[in-house]
């Protein structure tokens, strides 16, 4: 496509845009391929699996506790209206922000950890490239004259908006804390082929505009919301925020789990500013009006982030459509220690002190438990579709990813049921 056709896209998208790995027959429909993609991540296996996957605090937690699905629907709606002001297609932002999750394993980060360990010598495991894997491979919905699945067969800019991290294992940006590439990477060696073609003309190592939008979102909804999840818990009050002790501590959270981004002075400035916003009070106690406030309190939170990324953006871009690769989400900084602030709270007070609880040990034991055993009763313990990858695996490290493969889908709930089933008897 020419410079001049490309300009011609009036709503900041080109054919090249809507294209699919595998081309489909029309569809009598009237809804867009963005629109079409959007639907085939909502009608997913893999959408619906993660209503039983832990978010920070299990499913069986409580009746309160968001789960990977109710996350990644509030994800979608933040992420919907940032790329919407912005002039991004809201179905392509919609649909990267339903499926930021999809790969992500039964227990959480603890889950992806232990996975990544048992996968340390065939490429290892991360969570963003399962993802991917699910979309264009694993999940069930289109397959090629020769039966190979091609997953969800979403458009190019759907999949790449999907694409957190978009780089091999070992080839992301340098940590500044470490000066070594970060652990985080968005796609294995053996789907290079279907990466390579939804990243053609994109720049190297550069999310599009639509996977950023999804980024800020999920951190945004991540920040405020496990906060909210965390002071409903009893974990803590959003009064610590005032007391020194207390500042301290988010602050040694936030430089131990997310680096130096936001110096310690710039954390403590982000906490003034959030106590002196005044949107809670002190000492909740569960009542009607104490949830209403702190409801309250996240409407406003996640109000006053996507705003000031929304004028940051358009203050240096100006007006009209943003697309694709035509800019950058501008993030301010001050709004970034905020979020920092909130994220250190819920480590500070949730996810370390988890760390040290029996339960987190144990189900590292689990998924390594079911890998063990599904790799020595392979195929016969396996699924029919991953049963079918394992037969067609080429190598013992092929098939020991088909086996992860099937792990990594499981959700905490069916992981634990399995693991009885087969494992006898059990670890200690």
């Not at 933040?78 to 790329?83: K, T």
Request: hydrophobic letters at 40%; charged letters at 25%; aromatic letters at 6%.
């Amino acid at each position: 496509m020419t410079a001049l056709e490309q300009t011609l896209a009036v709503d900041g998208y080109v054919d090249s845009d809507r294209e699919r790995w595998l081309r489909e027959a029309p569809k009598s429909s009237e809804r867009s391929a963005f629109e079409r993609d959007r639907a085939r991540i909502v009608h997913s296996s893999a959408l619906r699996r993660l209503g039983a996957k832990t978010q920070v605090l299990g499913p069986s937690s409580d009746d309160f506790v968001r789960t990977r699905l109710t996350h990644s629907l509030e994800v979608a709606q933040v992420g919907r209206e940032i790329g919407k002001a912005l002039g991004c297609d809201p179905d392509v932002v919609d649909t990267a922000c339903l499926a930021h999750d999809l790969g992500h394993p039964p227990f959480g980060h603890n889950g992806e950890r232990a996975l990544a360990e048992l996968a340390k010598d065939i490429g290892g495991f991360e969570g963003n490239a399962q993802t991917l894997r699910l979309l264009t491979r694993l999940e069930p919905k289109v397959v090629d004259r020769d039966g190979r699945s091609v997953g969800l067969n979403l458009t190019r800019a759907s999949l790449d908006a999907s694409v957190k991290y978009p780089w091999r294992f070992g080839q992301g940006p340098l940590s500044a804390a470490s000066g070594r590439p970060t652990h985080k990477f968005g796609v294995y060696e053996d789907d290079l082929p279907v990466f390579t073609w939804l990243r053609a003309d994109a720049p190297v190592g550069r999310k599009c505009l639509e996977a950023q939008a999804m980024d800020l979102a999920d951190d945004i909804s991540y920040s405020v919301h496990d906060v909210e999840d965390a002071v409903v818990g009893g974990r803590f009050d959003l009064s610590v925020l005032g007391q020194s002790e207390e500042r301290d501590r988010v602050v040694e959270a936030v430089q131990t789990w997310y680096g130096g981004a936001v110096p310690p002075e710039g954390l403590l400035e982000a906490m003034d500013r959030l106590v002196a916003a005044e949107l809670w009070r002190p000492g909740f106690d569960g009542s009607r009006g104490a949830l209403a406030m702190l409801k309250d309190a996240t409407s406003q939170l996640i109000g006053r982030f996507a705003k000031a990324a929304q004028l940051a953006t358009r203050e240096r871009y100006g007006h009209g459509p943003l697309t694709r690769y035509a800019a950058d989400l501008i993030v301010p900084v001050e709004t970034l220690a905020e979020i920092l602030v909130l994220k250190g709270l819920a480590v500070a007070y949730v996810m370390a002190p988890r760390e040290l609880e029996p339960l987190y040990h144990r189900q590292r034991e689990v998924l390594a438990d079911l890998v063990e055993v599904l790799s020595e009763r392979a195929p016969t313990a396996l699924e029919p579709p991953f049963a079918a990858d394992w037969v067609a695996a080429a190598d013992d490290a092929a098939r020991l990813r088909v086996v992860i493969d099937q792990v990594a889908s499981m959700t905490d709930v069916s992981a634990a049921a399995t693991h009885a089933q087969l494992v006898r008897p059990p670890r200690r």
